[in-house]
């Protein structure tokens, strides 16, 4: 017999660096990844995120099913998760699940570009002579380039292992590949430990531990973070690059999210979320 077909993607097979496993409930199925990086994964159950997203048309393949929208506000490209590739969409597999189109996706700040005789890391194949989609840099060393379908599969199998392959960053690296859409193991990043696990150098940042609040309350100063209680140090779940202690947002004990101004938008950086670890025809990418 045929494997059963996701009800989100439409897939029977598909990539599971990408799309992870199936569940099936009822006698539906659908990949973990297809469901958790749609909003309707907020609703309880696979029924209603199915019956809702089964109305979104992937902008990507024109099909129905397309489970993930485009996070920016006023756009409502969908997709489906497999279809991401191939539409230059970016889907972030941390926090809150924010995913992007082609023309909202993150960039890259580094300022070194592949030359012309630049390889990928991994494959040892040629990459493009600029920074891209398809093509991605270490933000430590900026002097490792990797195809994303590269890194990504480099990302599964490493493990808690996965640093730069040049540099040996840990704690930049994965940080940088989570807001690029490469999905990590969760050992990996849930943690950020600060001593390495054999294999990986020592590494030139360690993990950030600082209140950027505009108005930092905590007695101790910017630096004190407790491991829990209103002076632990929450990061933003987008980005991880800046932090805040709870008192400092007033965020409530039971918040597990939190996103800086720069990722939850200007006058915002305060959305917070309980939740754990967890349709129209647009312009194609030329």
Aim: glycine share 8%; proline share 6%.
């Amino acid at each position: 017999l045929s494997p059963p077909a996701c009800m989100l993607c439409r897939r029977a097979e598909a990539d599971p660096a990408i799309c992870g496993g199936k569940r099936a409930t009822k006698g539906l199925c659908a990949h973990t990844y297809c469901l958790v990086s749609s909003p309707s994964s907020f609703l309880p159950g696979m029924v209603p995120s199915l019956l809702l997203c089964s109305f979104q048309r992937c902008f990507v393949c024109g099909e129905m099913g397309a489970a993930i929208t485009c996070r920016e506000k006023g756009c409502d490209r969908s997709f489906h998760l497999p279809c991401a590739s191939r539409g230059e969409c970016v889907t972030q597999f941390f926090g809150l699940y924010r995913s992007f189109c082609w023309e909202h996706r993150p960039e890259q700040a580094v300022k070194a570009k592949p030359g012309q005789n630049s390889t990928c890391i991994v494959c040892l194949g040629p990459v493009e002579d600029k920074k891209s989609y398809h093509t991605v840099a270490c933000p430590a060393c900026q002097h490792a380039w990797f195809h994303r379908s590269c890194i990504q599969k480099q990302a599964i199998r490493a493990g808690v292992r996965f640093c730069c392959s040049r540099c040996r960053d840990q704690d930049r690296f994965v940080m940088e590949m989570l807001a690029m859409g490469i999905r990590v193991s969760k050992r990996s990043f849930f943690l950020f430990p600060t001593h390495k696990p054999s294999g990986c150098a020592s590494v030139q940042g360690q993990r950030h531990r600082r209140c950027n609040a505009s108005k930092c309350l905590c007695p101790g100063g910017r630096e004190q973070a407790e491991e829990e209680g209103p002076w632990q140090v929450l990061l933003c779940s987008s980005c991880a690059a800046k932090g805040t202690h709870r008192r400092c947002l007033d965020l409530s004990s039971s918040a597990t999210t939190w996103e800086c101004d720069r990722c939850a938008g200007l006058g915002t950086g305060k959305r917070q979320s309980t939740r754990g670890p967890l349709g129209c025809y647009g312009q194609r990418p030329s």
